[in-house]
Structure formats: structure tokens, C-alpha cells
């Protein structure tokens, strides 16, 4: 008995070109994700645990001390000028000439912004935001003129809005 189909060549039948097209879009996307991993690298991550912890255990006692002092502030940023407006409250003996504020990016670390507040007259401060932001980040006041353990703190989660009234106080 003899068969008298034609078969077509592989390359004219439909299941092989759909098998090959699934591998080669595996290929186009891992490509793809590779290339954005490549541009975006995670800005998150530390390699230096040791020293990361011992910067934890020195920032906790910050913290205590503006606890101490009964620390609290209120701030604001004006959305058209960027002007920083702050009062800080407390049982400190003097305030501060200069304080730093750190507003930090809970995901992208360029978007990180320091601003030194200058102070006008008593508890109250004034710096520039260079460049608006929105949105969530941790908020890092203290004294620059008294670094590790001997500075105070006061640290929070905010959703940033300009123009809106926002407060810190000692955990």
C-alpha cells in the first residue's frame, strides 16, 4: 500500500512557526526586562549590615533624647517659592541656630532632598526646597551642630503636601 499525500516541508506547516514564535518572545521579553533592570538599579539595597546596624542602634538614642526633650515641630512648604517654614517645639535650653531637614524617598534615592533651616527669630525657621515633591516620604529634623549621640532627632511618614500644615514629634 502505497501513500499518496503530499506532506508539506516543515517550514510551510503551521505548529513549528508557533512554537518558535513563543520561544523567540520569551527571548524579546527577558531582553526587555533586563534592559529596564539595567537602567533603574535598586537604590535600596546595602552591602555594609554591620555598620548599618550600628548606625540604627546610634540614631534609637537620637530619638530617646528628643523624646527627653519633649521635642515636637510643625512645617510647611509653600508650593510657589518653596520656602520650608518650621516651629520647633521643646525644653531645649537654647534653639538651634541651624537645623537639618531630610526628606526621604521611601523608593528612589534621587529623589532625596536635605534643606537647612536657618533660624529667623526664636523657634521658628526658614530654608528653600529647591525642586517641588509630593507624595510619601520620612522625614529626618535634627541638629547638625550635634551629630551621633549627643544630637536629638525627630523623624515621621508624611504624605507631602504644599501648602499644608505638617507635624513631627519625639516617638
Same mark, same amino acid.
Given at each position: 500500500?502505497?501513500?499518496?499525500?503530499?506532506?508539506?516541508?516543515?517550514?510551510?506547516? @503551521?505548529?513549528?512557526? @508557533?512554537?518558535?514564535?513563543?520561544?523567540?518572545?520569551?527571548?524579546?521579553?527577558?531582553?526587555?526586562?533586563?534592559?529596564? &533592570?539595567?537602567?533603574?538599579?535598586? &537604590?535600596?539595597?546595602?552591602?555594609?549590615?554591620?555598620?548599618?546596624?550600628?548606625?540604627?542602634?546610634?540614631?534609637?538614642?537620637?530619638?530617646?533624647?528628643?523624646?527627653?526633650?519633649?521635642?515636637?515641630?510643625? @512645617?510647611?512648604?509653600?508650593? *510657589?517659592?518653596?520656602?520650608?517654614?518650621?516651629?520647633?517645639?521643646?525644653? *531645649?535650653?537654647?534653639?538651634?541656630?541651624?537645623?537639618?531637614?531630610?526628606?526621604?524617598?521611601?523608593?528612589?534615592?534621587?529623589?532625596?532632598?536635605?534643606?537647612? *533651616?536657618?533660624?529667623?527669630?526664636?523657634?521658628?525657621?526658614? #530654608?528653600?526646597?529647591?525642586?517641588?515633591? +509630593?507624595? +510619601?516620604?520620612?522625614?529626618?529634623? &535634627?541638629?547638625?551642630?550635634?551629630?551621633?549621640?549627643? #544630637?536629638?532627632?525627630?523623624?515621621?511618614?508624611?504624605?507631602?503636601?504644599?501648602?499644608?500644615?505638617?507635624? *513631627?514629634?519625639?516617638?
Amino acid at each position: 500500500m502505497q501513500h499518496d499525500e503530499n506532506i508539506p516541508p516543515w517550514y510551510k506547516q @503551521f505548529w513549528p512557526w @508557533f512554537l518558535i514564535s513563543i520561544l523567540v518572545f520569551a527571548v524579546v521579553i527577558g531582553l526587555g526586562l533586563l534592559y529596564v &533592570s539595567l537602567l533603574n538599579p535598586d &537604590s535600596m539595597v546595602r552591602d555594609n549590615y554591620y555598620k548599618e546596624g550600628r548606625a540604627i542602634n546610634m540614631h534609637m538614642g537620637r530619638d530617646h533624647r528628643a523624646r527627653e526633650l519633649d521635642l515636637a515641630a510643625q @512645617f510647611s512648604v509653600d508650593e *510657589l517659592t518653596g520656602d520650608v517654614s518650621l516651629q520647633l517645639d521643646g525644653k *531645649l535650653d537654647q534653639p538651634p541656630p541651624r537645623l537639618l531637614l531630610e526628606i526621604i524617598s521611601p523608593t528612589h534615592a534621587e529623589r532625596d532632598r536635605s534643606v537647612e *533651616l536657618t533660624q529667623i527669630s526664636g523657634n521658628h525657621y526658614t #530654608g528653600q526646597l529647591e525642586h517641588s515633591i +509630593r507624595g +510619601r516620604h520620612y522625614i529626618d529634623l &535634627s541638629d547638625p551642630a550635634l551629630p551621633a549621640e549627643d #544630637g536629638w532627632r525627630l523623624t515621621g511618614e508624611i504624605t507631602l503636601v504644599m501648602g499644608q500644615q505638617h507635624q *513631627l514629634s519625639a516617638r
